[in-house]
Each structure stands twice: as structure tokens, then as C-alpha cells.
């Protein structure tokens, strides 16, 4: 009769498989990421609208720019001051334009928070005009008119 160590035995476990499901998940979801929404920032409460419409489609070249309620602008998670736009608008100019593109077929995508200034937002608009940009979307929620 055969002896018996009293060691347990090693299983070596194959981690192939499950590392190559990790990267399919991890690439399936980047491509179903909506990054249409990865521009919103919670900070902002847009205003309700009645005359708010859905996007027709999607914005080509979109600029987004964040009006929060201090007056200041957040443009790429950063915080900057409204005078401080046409410097950032400036880069994206530069940048469309080494890309052979025109600014004025960008969209500058606004949204403002409900509270904001009505001539903040007119600023913002004035701000790109004089960069080149001439393509604007407002962004407000739907408002059912309950």
C-alpha cells in the first residue's frame, strides 16, 4: 500500500482565461461609454424649458463650456474665471486650425446654470464670436409643463 504525504498538494490555477475575459469587458465598455455625457458636470442645474428639444444628432467637434452660478466657467473639470475663456477658446482655435479645420465649424456647446446671469451667458457667446467660433448649442432640461 502506497504512503500518503501529509502535505497538501499545489494546484496550479491557468489565470489565462480569466484575464483575457478582464480586457474583452474592459474593451466592450469603452466602446458603449457614452461620452456625450462625460462633459456634464453635477455642479450645474440646467433650467427647465418647454422649447427644450433633444439633440438631433450628435455635435461635431463639440466645445463645451459650463456656466456654473459664481459666474466662473468650468471648461474640462477645470474651474476658470469668464475672463480667462478666450484663452482656452484660443487653444481650441489653434488646435482645429493645425487639424485643417475652421472654428467657425465647431460647436460651442453652453450650459449654464439655471441661477446663472442671462449677460454672463451673452459674454461667454460674445467671448467665442470674437475667437472665430460661430456655431452655438444651449443646453436646458424638458420642461412637460405640469
Do not use: H, W
Not at 466657467?73 to 477658446?89: T, W
Amino acid at each position: 500500500m502506497p504512503k500518503r504525504s501529509a502535505e497538501p498538494s499545489s494546484t496550479d490555477i491557468d489565470m489565462t482565461p480569466m484575464i483575457d475575459m478582464t480586457f474583452q469587458l474592459i474593451t466592450f465598455f469603452m466602446f458603449v461609454m457614452n461620452f456625450s455625457e462625460a462633459e456634464q458636470d453635477d455642479r450645474i442645474q440646467l433650467p427647465m424649458s418647454q422649447l427644450a428639444k433633444p439633440v438631433d444628432g450628435p455635435v461635431e467637434k463639440p466645445i463645451t463650456l459650463q456656466l456654473a452660478t459664481n459666474g466662473s466657467v468650468i471648461y474640462a473639470g477645470e474651474m476658470i474665471g469668464l475672463g480667462d475663456v478666450g484663452g482656452y477658446l484660443e487653444r481650441e482655435k489653434s488646435v482645429l486650425i493645425e487639424a485643417g479645420k475652421e472654428p467657425s465649424t465647431a460647436t460651442v456647446i453652453v450650459r449654464a446654470d439655471g441661477r446663472a446671469k442671462t449677460g454672463e451667458v451673452q459674454e461667454i457667446i460674445r467671448i467665442c464670436q470674437e475667437k472665430g467660433f460661430e456655431k452655438f448649442a444651449l443646453r436646458a432640461k424638458y420642461d412637460e409643463g405640469r
